[in-house]
């Protein structure tokens, strides 16, 4: 499931349905199956696999901000760095920042 997600990140629609398609399974047995496995609904994970390929580009690539929206699947700025702040506290830039800065903290 992991490597469908990733081989998909940049498509905004990559959702539970698509997923499940996929995975040759009906999208029930995949939010029941993903629930009882990780805690997660696939949605959640999709979006937990997002961000963090997301902070992995943030910290060891040169990309602007814009670049990595695009690449993890998201079309709105705004939104990303509405949820990115929500997940980890702090916006990409200075998300961004501290790792340049060395301050893994």
Do not use: H, W
């Not at 079309?75 to 702040?85: A, E, G, H, L, P």
């Amino acid at each position: 499931m992991f490597k469908i997600i990733e081989k998909n990140i940049e498509n905004d629609n990559l959702n539970l349905d698509m997923l499940a398609d996929e995975m040759a399974m009906s999208s029930s047995t995949l939010y029941r199956k993903m629930k009882t496995m990780c805690g997660q609904s696939p949605g959640e994970f999709i979006r937990t696999v997002r961000f963090k390929r997301a902070a992995q580009l943030l910290r060891d690539s040169d990309l602007a901000v814009s670049e990595i929206i695009e690449q993890v699947g998201y079309n709105s700025m705004k939104q990303f760095r509405k949820n990115f702040k929500a997940e980890y506290g702090m916006s990409p830039a200075s998300y961004r920042a501290q790792f340049k800065d060395g301050d893994l903290s």
